[in-house]
């Protein structure tokens, strides 16, 4: 019914729709003079055709969103004389009943869906410490004996939503360490030579040693130049001694 529902509105906005852009491309390509809007009857044309889109699409997008295949019954048997229903509030109850037996385990919400397969029960449940498969594997199985017991019924599905849940389970942090070490041995094993720690670690060393021995030379040459410097000023001054003597022998003179 949802989906027929659906499938009139949106046919019905899209027609609505095409009309509109009709009437503006005529408009625009010169077929209706645009005086001729100044009319109150096209006037209350265009803007009816505006609500009647609006009105139209808005119930498609409202049919689209809400879940409509939630069920308040469920037929249990049909014959020709009448038929047999069971309340979602009944079956609300033995969920509830059925979670209650089950140690670490809360039921939340029941529902129930029509589909074009059958009756699905979804159950939103809270687990605390207790394993996951184990309880849902547990619940699913007493839900389908109780349900058929009682009323020889069989759901399509059943789905069990884990809304809370206590975890368990603890890590063993040495066989993670473990696992990860050989992942990352087998990582760097699949590495170029060049690109691997020992041959970045042995490269450092050959480029310091190869920088001290092109510094070598510039050292040589800086102490060369503070020898010459230093000598410079003993030259300098036996220079001078010597033109002072040669001036007093020609004042003798």
């Given at each position: 019914m949802k989906k027929n529902l659906e499938k009139i509105f949106a046919s019905a906005s899209i027609i609505v729709a095409v009309i509109m852009i009709m009437i503006l491309i005529v408009t625009a390509f010169g077929g209706i003079n645009v005086k001729e809007f100044e009319?109150?009857?096209?006037r209350g044309l265009l803007i009816t055709l505006a609500i009647l889109y609006f009105v139209l699409a808005s119930v498609a997008l409202v049919l689209m969103f809400v879940n409509s295949d939630v069920i308040k019954d469920v037929v249990i048997r049909t014959e020709t004389g009448g038929s047999v229903r069971v309340s979602s509030k009944v079956i609300n109850k033995f969920v509830k009943k059925a979670c209650a037996e089950i140690e670490g385990l809360k039921c939340k919400k029941v529902v129930l869906v029509q589909d074009d397969y059958g009756v699905r029960l979804k159950v939103n449940v809270k687990i605390v410490d207790k394993d996951v498969v184990e309880v849902e594997t547990y619940l699913r199985t007493l839900l389908e004996d109780m349900f058929f017991g009682e009323f020889g019924f069989k759901f399509e599905s059943i789905e069990i939503k884990v809304m809370v849940l206590t975890p368990t389970y603890k890590s063993d942090k040495a066989a993670i360490e473990a696992i990860v070490a050989e992942k990352?041995?087998?990582?760097?094993?699949e590495q170029p030579e060049e690109l691997k720690p020992e041959a970045v670690a042995a490269e450092k060393p050959a480029e310091n040693t190869a920088v001290a021995e092109a510094a070598e030379p510039q050292a040589v040459a800086a102490?060369?130049?503070?020898?010459?410097?230093?000598?410079?000023?003993?030259?300098n001054d036996a220079s001078e001694e010597i033109v002072a003597d040669a001036a007093a022998q020609d004042i003798t003179e």
């Amino acid at each position: 019914m949802k989906k027929n529902l659906e499938k009139i509105f949106a046919s019905a906005s899209i027609i609505v729709a095409v009309i509109m852009i009709m009437i503006l491309i005529v408009t625009a390509f010169g077929g209706i003079n645009v005086k001729e809007f100044e009319s109150e009857l096209v006037r209350g044309l265009l803007i009816t055709l505006a609500i009647l889109y609006f009105v139209l699409a808005s119930v498609a997008l409202v049919l689209m969103f809400v879940n409509s295949d939630v069920i308040k019954d469920v037929v249990i048997r049909t014959e020709t004389g009448g038929s047999v229903r069971v309340s979602s509030k009944v079956i609300n109850k033995f969920v509830k009943k059925a979670c209650a037996e089950i140690e670490g385990l809360k039921c939340k919400k029941v529902v129930l869906v029509q589909d074009d397969y059958g009756v699905r029960l979804k159950v939103n449940v809270k687990i605390v410490d207790k394993d996951v498969v184990e309880v849902e594997t547990y619940l699913r199985t007493l839900l389908e004996d109780m349900f058929f017991g009682e009323f020889g019924f069989k759901f399509e599905s059943i789905e069990i939503k884990v809304m809370v849940l206590t975890p368990t389970y603890k890590s063993d942090k040495a066989a993670i360490e473990a696992i990860v070490a050989e992942k990352v041995a087998e990582i760097r094993a699949e590495q170029p030579e060049e690109l691997k720690p020992e041959a970045v670690a042995a490269e450092k060393p050959a480029e310091n040693t190869a920088v001290a021995e092109a510094a070598e030379p510039q050292a040589v040459a800086a102490e060369s130049v503070a020898e010459q410097s230093a000598v410079a000023p003993e030259n300098n001054d036996a220079s001078e001694e010597i033109v002072a003597d040669a001036a007093a022998q020609d004042i003798t003179e």
